[in-house]
Nanobody, 113 residues
Framework: QEQLVESGGGLVQAGGSLRLSCAAS????????MGWYRQAPGKQRELVAR???????NYVDSVKGRFTISRDNAKKMVYLQMNSLKPEDTAVYYC???????WGQGTQVTVSS
């Protein structure tokens, strides 16, 4: 019954911002490291950001300084604030609890130049 629902994607121009949300109906949410992944056409899925139970964060180099991952344990939500978006950020974005093979349908982010 574990479920992940991503939302907040859309079409934006380069330099714009989006805030992605993930409703994570997973057990022991507050104890889990949560990650945001993305997959662009013709490319492998990559981890772009992660946040641990103690709020430590990590980002792939390409998004450092532009993206911010956060979480709300009471709401079992994970967010990805994306600023200064670039065309290369275009992808389907997914959230995932680390170590669990549970995936949602993702949310499309398209950045035009």
């Amino acid at each position: 019954q574990e479920q992940l629902v991503e939302s907040g994607g859309g079409l934006v121009q380069a330099g714009g911002s989006l805030r992605l949300s993930c409703a994570a109906s997973v057990t022991f949410f507050s104890r889990r490291t949560m990650g945001w992944y993305r997959q662009a056409p013709g490319k492998q899925r990559e981890l772009v950001a992660r946040i641990t139970s103690d709020l430590s964060t990590n980002y792939v180099d390409s998004v450092k300084g532009r993206f911010t991952i956060s979480r709300d344990n009471a709401k079992k939500m994970v967010y990805l604030q994306m600023n200064s978006l670039k065309p290369e950020d275009t992808a389907v974005y997914y959230c995932n609890p680390e170590g669990l093979p549970v995936w949602g349908q993702g949310t499309q982010v398209t950045v035009s130049s």
